[in-house]
């Protein structure tokens, strides 16, 4: 599995980590992180296997991820049906 910018920065945010935070449990630099997702920096493979580890259980888990930053990114989150 391969983790995009964007998908970093989701998976930080959907757990509530800043950024600082999110270094701090991969151990490597905040700086770090914020290159990888502006997308100034790739993603090691070395890392992504950390957080694919640590925070990714399943292909379906990020799926979810992915589906609640897409609510997010349209306002649909908390929205009452009609």
Same mark, same amino acid.
């Given at each position: %599995?391969k983790l995009t910018? &964007? /998908? @970093?920065?989701l998976? +930080?945010? @959907?757990y509530g980590?800043s +950024?600082?935070?999110? $270094?701090y449990?991969? &151990? @490597?630099s905040?700086?770090?992180i914020? !290159?990888?997702e502006t997308? +100034? /920096?790739? !993603?090691?493979?070395?890392l992504? $296997?950390k957080?694919?580890d640590?925070y990714?259980v399943? /292909?379906? %888990?990020?799926? $979810?991820?992915?589906d609640?930053? $897409?609510q997010v990114r349209?306002?649909? @989150?908390?929205d009452?049906?009609a």
């Amino acid at each position: %599995m391969k983790l995009t910018a &964007n /998908e @970093v920065k989701l998976i +930080r945010n @959907v757990y509530g980590f800043s +950024r600082k935070q999110f $270094a701090y449990f991969l &151990n @490597v630099s905040d700086n770090y992180i914020y !290159l990888v997702e502006t997308g +100034r /920096e790739p !993603l090691s493979t070395s890392l992504e $296997a950390k957080i694919l580890d640590k925070y990714i259980v399943d /292909e379906f %888990m990020l799926i $979810a991820i992915k589906d609640v930053g $897409a609510q997010v990114r349209s306002k649909q @989150v908390g929205d009452k049906d009609a």
